[in-house]
């Protein structure tokens, strides 16, 4: 029982993760795909996952949103 629960835990693991790592393109490709095979009452669910999976990227850390830096030359000298 306690490997059944253990293969479980990975599998979900496997598939988080493959979910996160999956292309914008093809995750939008399989909700689709998913969304035509679920009841009625899970697509409303699925639906908003769609529309959260097009505005992925990464938006979070400003990084990008200052001014570009000037290119800096790096210099190599021997020992």
């Known amino acids: 029982m306690q490997n059944l629960i253990a293969y479980c835990i990975v599998a979900i693991a496997i598939a988080y993760v493959g979910w996160q790592f999956m292309p914008q393109s093809t995750r ?12 009625v009452s899970y697509r409303a669910r699925f639906a908003s996952l769609q529309s959260a999976s097009q505005n ?3 938006n979070t850390c400003k990084g990008c949103s200052d001014a570009p830096t000037a290119a800096r030359t790096v210099h190599m000298r021997r020992r």
Request: charged residues 15%; positive net charge.
């Open 56 to 58: 992925v990227g990464c």
């Open 28 to 39: 939008r490709w399989l909700l689709v795909r998913l969304i035509a095979l679920l009841p």
